[in-house]
């Protein structure tokens, strides 16, 4: 039988510290969730007139709903196993969840109200996909990695051009569909990589390694991108 999954030992959890704020920092998955930030900034670095404001204010939106929110559903679950076993409670998990998802509506509703009311249909569908997804609901048919591609992938872009514009235009679905495809290669390499943690086995750990290797080049290369094009808008 495979051992308990123990994702202390993660290359994103802290090496040091007290526990109890280690796992918290992991439970963020920040390399992954700042990917997704990083996908908002780059379709907001699309518009013509960039609101600075709103650059940040999408990013915020989704630390909460993704980087807290998103994580902690996940981590309750639906079926198979969690990634953070029984350190935290249900009680716990779903206090952070609501308690983040609360802002992050907030702060998205005034912006759909006052500013870009087409932010609704995002606000609408990644609420769906947040608890359709990490819940694992209507037996798990959205808990695939098309699904997770398009959720976090391709609506972040769209989110983060929507906001500065009330509109789509054909090359921020492009550039959506390309940040797609990088949180496809993400996933497909997460879901290996995470087996082959479980395992143990010695004998597999040169593959845990080249899997590793990816998510670390894929989650910083887009981070990177984000940065080098908020430079270029700023005429750096």
Request: hydrophobic fraction near 55%.
């Amino acid at each position: 039988m495979a051992p308990a999954p123990d994702r202390r030992s993660e290359w994103f959890v802290p090496k040091s510290g007290p526990l109890g704020l280690r796992l918290w920092i992991g439970l963020l998955f920040l390399p992954y969730t700042g990917m997704v930030l990083a996908f908002t900034v780059i379709g907001g670095m699309l518009a013509e007139t960039i609101f600075w404001e709103r650059v940040g204010a999408i990013a915020l939106i989704y630390f909460l709903g993704l980087g807290v929110a998103a994580h902690a559903l996940d981590a309750i679950g639906g079926k198979g196993i969690k990634p953070w076993g029984n350190h935290f409670s249900k009680r716990q998990l779903w206090i952070l969840a609501l308690g983040s998802l609360l802002p992050a509506y907030a702060i998205g509703f005034y912006y759909i109200l006052f500013k870009t009311p087409q932010l609704a249909v995002i606000a609408l569908l990644e609420g769906f996909f947040l608890f359709a997804y990490n819940l694992e609901l209507f037996g798990g048919r959205f808990h695939t990695d098309g699904w997770f591609a398009f959720s976090w992938g391709v609506l972040p872009v769209l989110a983060g051009y929507i906001i500065q514009t009330n509109r789509i235009s054909v090359s921020a679905l492009i550039l959506s569909g390309a940040m797609g495809l990088f949180s496809l290669v993400e996933i497909n390499a997460s879901r290996p990589y995470k087996e082959l943690k479980r395992s143990g086995r010695l004998d597999l750990y040169l593959h845990l390694v080249r899997y590793e290797a990816i998510l670390k080049c894929v989650s910083l290369g887009v981070m990177l991108l984000a940065a080098g094009m908020v430079t270029w808008r700023l005429g750096g």
